[in-house]
């Protein structure tokens, strides 16, 4: 684990980036190549059906062209979700009061600055801790944010979610709040989400807040236009994620022998992303020592993306003691924000 400071500009004043930033790196390049990185792909590849996990979307690429998803006209995630909280933001800061916001997977944390307007505006105090796998992508946004806010403090965890939530820094304002936006709780499986939001009320004191974004379920022909667009950025999204296993453990994956196919599992409330395999193939990853053959249509399933029911998961929420303070919606019910609050029971 190491501390840094970022930056060389050597401006020594009080309000300086230098003073308002610390970034914490859980993960050295070192620990994780001993910690049986790509024992997930080769045992995820081993299963019937074939699965890879999402994270290997986001090397640079991947992290770029969820960028441009996120733009999508058939993507309407990203939008209703800012327009909501566009809406919620000051009542989200008049019901937690002074508060240190937590967010995970903070990416380029475009939706948080209108958290952070809301309890600037409020005059109340701005600490901001985000965490993100990407210490570069982390460091860039927290330079950015610090020049737009200069009353804000930064305290960023580059490492997985598990283990930021276990090392948080002590806290320096009366609550907290963690941050789950964006509807990446749909992207765990049930058992997944359970651990998870074990995680996160370990993480929070009680009385704490948790702010949870989730896209709510809907005719299959909207869902089923967000992820096969018409321009094809979703499949470009999908089968680099091809690319970035040949980079990590030097394979020999023909994206263009893989096809992108996206279906909504009516009866699991999920779509589904897969690589269809064109032909009977034989596919060697020599870093991880291992050789997969693939008949012609098999699939590897790369994602799933559950839809949600906004009384089911209360309910789930409420079984760990996250009790839903207030729940916003839009106008069709696409997606639906909830700002809960921690009682252990
Ligand atoms: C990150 N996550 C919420 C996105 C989703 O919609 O499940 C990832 C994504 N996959 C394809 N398009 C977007």
Redesign the pocket.
């Known amino acids: 684990m190491t501390r840094s400071q970022p930056g060389n500009s050597g401006i020594s004043s009080q309000h300086s980036i230098e003073n308002r930033l610390q970034i914490q790196r859980l993960l050295e390049p070192t620990l994780i190549i001993s910690s049986g990185v790509g024992s997930d792909v080769v045992q995820g590849l081993a299963q019937t059906p074939k699965t890879i996990p999402?994270r290997y979307?986001y090397d640079d690429r991947g992290s770029e062209l969820?960028e441009q998803?996120c733009e999508l006209p058939e993507?309407y995630?990203t939008r209703t979700e800012t327009k909501i909280l566009q809406n919620c933001a000051c009542e989200i800061a008049a019901i937690t009061g002074a508060c240190e916001i937590v967010e995970l997977g903070s990416g380029s944390s475009t939706k948080t600055r209108l958290l952070l307007d809301a309890y600037q505006q409020q005059g109340l105090p701005l600490r901001y801790l985000p965490i993100d796998v990407s210490a570069g992508m982390l460091e860039s946004s927290a330079i950015q944010l610090l020049g737009d806010y200069p009353s804000l403090q930064v305290y960023a965890l580059a490492g997985t979610y598990e283990l930021a939530l276990s090392q948080l820094e002590p806290r320096q304002l009366p609550t907290r709040m963690i941050c789950f936006i964006?509807?990446?709780l749909?992207?765990l499986h049930p058992q997944e989400c359970n651990v998870f939001l074990s995680q996160i009320t370990a993480a929070l004191q009680a009385g704490e807040y948790f702010l949870l974004g989730i896209?709510l379920q809907k005719p299959k022909h909207i869902l089923e236009a967000?992820?096969n667009d018409a321009q094809g950025v979703?499949a470009a999204?999908?089968l680099n994620m091809l690319e970035h296993l040949n980079w990590r453990f030097a394979g020999n994956f023909d994206p263009t022998q893989f096809t992108h196919w996206?279906f909504y599992n009516e009866t699991a409330h999920q779509?589904e992303?897969h690589l269809k395999s064109e032909r009977s193939q034989t596919v060697e990853l020599s870093a991880l020592k291992l050789k997969v053959n693939f008949e012609s249509d098999e699939t590897i399933r790369t994602?799933i993306?559950r839809k949600f029911n906004l009384n089911s998961i209360q309910q789930d929420l409420k079984a760990k003691g996250l009790i839903p303070r207030k729940v916003w919606t839009d106008e069709n019910q696409w997606f639906g924000l909830l700002l809960c609050q921690f009682h252990p029971a």
């Open positions: 999402p979307f969820f998803i993507y995630l964006g509807s990446t749909g992207n896209d967000a992820y979703t999204f999908n996206a779509i992303m994602e993306s």
